[in-house]
């Protein structure tokens, strides 16, 4: 079974990201977190494949959390979906070897991401 983690310190964001992810695979496990830290809790109890990772949260920022998470889970697909659209952010982005996708989450979106997760 596939499983999702969602990330974002936004309850509607996760909602949103879930729903449409639901939509199209119901059979998918999705797990969430509101922050850095709560993601990387999750992974004592969920190895994810795919991970949607806002980068602006409180407490610990979606590029630590992505280093923490391709530690733990090298083998999970992780892409920022961020409405942080600067060239510093795609770039980093390329450079930790994660994807990029700008918010805001539509149905349109989350179907790219999973279109490049799934390859």
Do not use: Y
């Not at 530690?71 to 982005?93: G, Y």
């Amino acid at each position: 079974m596939t499983t999702v983690l969602v990330v974002d310190d936004s309850r509607v964001s996760r909602m949103l990201s879930k729903q449409f992810i639901l939509n199209k695979h119901p059979e998918w496990a999705i797990a969430e977190a509101a922050s850095g830290e709560e993601a990387v809790e999750k992974l004592a109890t969920v190895t994810p494949d795919l991970v949607l990772l806002d980068v602006n949260m409180p407490g610990m920022g979606g590029f630590a959390a992505a280093e923490k998470i391709r530690a733990t889970c090298p083998k999970a697909h992780v892409t920022l979906l961020t409405a942080n659209v600067q060239d510093a952010t795609r770039e980093r982005a390329i450079t930790l070897g994660i994807h990029f996708a700008e918010k805001p989450v539509t149905e349109a979106r989350i179907d790219q991401i999973i279109a490049t997760f799934k390859g």
